[in-house]
């Protein structure tokens, strides 16, 4: 793979990681769709 496709994949795993952390030690999981939604507007920029 090149570069910029492994950074792609490192920053999802971090999104994901963030999202799984906040969601579940401060059990909001009603509101850390926030994450997702700032991580696709990221990706839609970024493209």
């Known amino acids: 793979m090149d570069k910029k496709k492994i950074m792609n994949w490192i920053i999802a795993v971090l999104v994901t990681i963030v999202y799984l952390t906040v969601s579940i ?23």
Do not use: D, G, Q, T
Request: aromatic share 34%.
């Open 25 to 47: 030690i401060f059990k909001a999981w009603a509101y850390s769709w926030l994450i997702w939604v700032v991580y696709a507007i990221y990706r839609f920029i970024a493209k």
